[in-house]
């Protein structure tokens, strides 16, 4: 796999995707969702592909917001596309286990792409921030909703109305993100958390992510159903059977996706 404004990794099946762009602090230009898109596209039906990392290049940054070159010409119909918000919804909606690695200042679209994975795992330098007010726009790739749904509302208003940055220490107080490690502990960190999702079964992990953010848009009813249908699913998987007999043979599992 090769882009324009990503380096793309893969070992062990996890790929590791660095957004390369650290001369304007790994900002989101439209090459970079079109690059993005494409890696998504591309990693969907891969096989050699079982989780992904996202991370930014150098020690400043993951990702410093959008582009603001580009933004100072976006307009009416601009917004309405909304393509960001769009890639970001893929990022959620992706099949496999993503994990933001977060290295440096995660800000605007930065901290939208972290919100859009699965898990959240910082660098002590990280920072956190939604500070498009600043420009008199708002957090328009998902940050206003996932925002809020991560942390709460109250965090999330006060975070996006006075645009503040957030350290990774508060960031784990509140929950913004899962651990938060020594700067060069960071991609090992992340790792290590895409190899304990690779353990499980691997229909079980695609399903506990769905039903999970099904559930989070639907009354507690809805989701419970959701939840019984899944794992009805799963009892007639041979990853169950496989996952069972393993257990009790105290042997290592074997999963097949099956």
Known sequence: MTYETLLV???????????????????????????LRSFLTAARDDDS????????????AFVAGADIAQLAGYTLHTGLASQMQKLYDEVEAFEKPTIAAVNGYALGGGCELAMACDIRVASETARFGLPETNLSVLPGAGGTQRLARLVGTGRAIEMILTGR???????????LVTTVVAPDE??????????????????????????????????QHTGLVVERLAQALLYTSDDKREGTEAFLAKRPAEFTGS
């Not at 940055?165 to 929950?175: C, I, K, N, T, Y």
């Not at 958390?193 to 009354?219: I, W």
């Open 9 to 35: 990794e893969v070992v062990d099946r996890v790929a590791t995707v660095t957004i390369n762009r650290p001369d304007v602090r790994n900002a989101v230009s439209a090459q970079v969702q079109a690059d």
């Open 49 to 60: 592909i079982g989780a992904v990392v996202f991370t930014g290049a150098g020690e400043k």
């Open 165 to 175: 940055m957030v350290p990774a220490d508060e960031a784990l107080s509140f929950g």
């Open 186 to 219: 960071l991609l090992g960190a992340a790792r290590e958390v895409a190899d304990q999702v690779l353990a499980k079964g691997p229909l079980a992990v695609r399903l506990a992510k769905l039903v999970v953010r099904s559930g989070m848009d639907a009354d």
